[in-house]
């Protein structure tokens, strides 16, 4: 499943169901080109590739019940440098590759001022309406502050990996993690201490 231009639909329902834990793409579950101390997409099918622990890290994540979702800015379409098509085989590779449930992904520029890219909830909240998720018994991991405020916005925790880029910052993310592996073990620490059963996620005392 796939958010293209337009594709966001914000609707901001309260949900009673399944957790989920929303991932970025780039530097999250995929490995980027670092540029002059940034992370890029990569723009070749070729080069697409994803992180030793991605993999294990989701099976991990959907071992608790939680549904796991992609949520990615691709405006290298929207700025012409990479066709649409390429990034959707992309996404093909990645699901075959990690067991995510489903990606979305927003194809605008930065100048388009749309409601679905990121630091804007719009990805998440159109998930949670497609899939029944709550988002606020859900997590939001990302590797740069986009990231973390657009888990904010919608209601979930989010989380930072510090990959070291010139212009990351916390942004005051509820926990920061060196890496993909490291942040499944605290929201894994965060679901056991709060709530879990065979089927769905449910915080106690809520």
């Not at 888990?151 to 993909?180: F, K, M, P, Q, T």
């Not at 605290?186 to 709060?194: E, L, N």
Request: one cysteine or more.
């Amino acid at each position: 499943m796939v958010i293209t231009n337009g594709g966001a639909r914000l609707v901001g329902k309260k949900s009673t169901g399944r957790a989920a834990v929303f991932f970025d793409r780039d530097g999250v579950l995929a490995i980027p080109e670092i540029r002059d101390g940034g992370s890029f997409a990569v723009r070749r099918l070729e080069d697409f590739a994803v992180y030793a622990d991605a993999e294990e890290s989701v099976r991990r994540v959907k071992a608790l019940g939680a549904i796991a979702v992609v949520v990615t800015n691709q405006p290298d379409v929207g700025n012409g440098l990479v066709g649409r098509a390429i990034v959707e085989d992309m996404h093909q590779r990645l699901r075959h590759m990690v067991p995510v449930d489903a990606v979305y992904a927003c194809y605008h520029t930065r100048a388009d001022n749309c409601g679905c890219r990121k630091p804007k909830p719009g990805m998440l909240l159109a998930a949670s309406n497609d899939l029944g998720i709550d988002l606020s018994r859900s997590v939001m991991v990302g590797d740069r502050a986009t990231d973390v405020a657009a888990g904010h916005e919608a209601g979930c925790r989010s989380i930072l990996i510090a990959r070291g880029y010139y212009d990351e910052y916390s942004a005051g993310a509820d926990w920061v993690a060196a890496n993909l592996t490291e942040a499944v073990d605290h929201i894994c620490a965060y679901f056991a201490a709060g709530y879990r059963d065979d089927n769905h996620i449910e915080r106690s005392g809520s």
